[in-house]
């Protein structure tokens, strides 16, 4: 059961400046990999073990999954892996600008939180500042993975993104929706759809090299295109 908490609530609108990656892991020099909403964090640290020449960093916005996801990275020897809390929407921009040029490999938004209704849209996590804050941090090649179990969440962010000109699919990629998961540890909510035999969303994106949309070109172009579904998101 996923427990939602209110992103634009006070207490999540205070921004946190984020740690360097220099302050961060052992080897600040090596590509990073953000994933953003990273619950308790198990898909990050599978990562980090198996991928041990990448840096792995979740950001996550409900606090207690992240104290012992990250007591969990400060235990790792590697020192390639961290959990940080914070609302990606206030404090990932500053983070993602300030990051040395093409540090960012790759960024995973993996079954966010269902805030499809139209009211609800500036809960969602894949906000247009944030996403240009990515692209603006990839180089041309870099990636950007979605995937989520509801339909209803994911076609914002997919819309969105096409939206703004900076990323293509792969040409070898089933359309609409990719048929497995590129990394190679599932989340926990992948696991317990899977298990369930239902079906998971994904598309994976690359930088191209088109430049950067005018912001509020892409904010007012994007209410324009708002998801109108209004279905009542249930869960077992």
Not at 34 to 61: F, K, M, S
Not at 193 to 222: G, I
């Amino acid at each position: 059961m996923r427990q939602h908490v209110n992103p634009l609530s006070r207490f999540f609108q205070l921004p946190l400046q984020l740690p360097s990656p220099g302050e961060l892991f052992n080897h600040p020099d090596q590509p990073i990999h953000l994933d953003i909403g990273c619950a308790r964090g198990r898909c990050i640290l599978g990562l980090a073990e198996l991928n041990q020449g990448w840096n792995h960093l979740g950001v996550e916005i409900r606090r207690p999954l992240v104290t012992a996801a990250d007591r969990d990275a400060l235990n790792s020897v590697q020192g390639n892996v961290r959990v940080l809390f914070c609302n990606a929407n206030i404090s990932l921009e500053s983070w993602l600008a300030a990051l040395p040029n093409d540090t960012l490999h790759r960024v995973s938004v993996q079954f966010p939180d269902p805030w499809f209704k139209r009211r609800h849209r500036k809960r969602r996590v894949l906000q247009p500042a944030l996403l240009l804050a990515i692209a603006a941090a990839l180089q041309p090649g870099r990636e950007l993975f979605l995937q989520s179990d509801v339909l209803a969440v994911i076609e914002p962010m997919v819309a969105l993104t096409e939206l703004s000109g900076c990323f293509s699919r792969p040409e070898s990629d089933a359309r609409p929706w990719r048929a497995d998961n590129p990394l190679p540890v599932p989340t926990e909510r992948e696991q317990y759809v899977l298990d369930k035999n239902l079906p998971v969303y994904r598309v994976l994106y690359q930088r191209n090299a088109h430049p950067l949309p005018d912001a509020e070109a892409l904010e007012s172009r994007w209410q324009e295109l708002d998801n109108p579904a209004e279905t009542v998101f249930t869960e077992a």
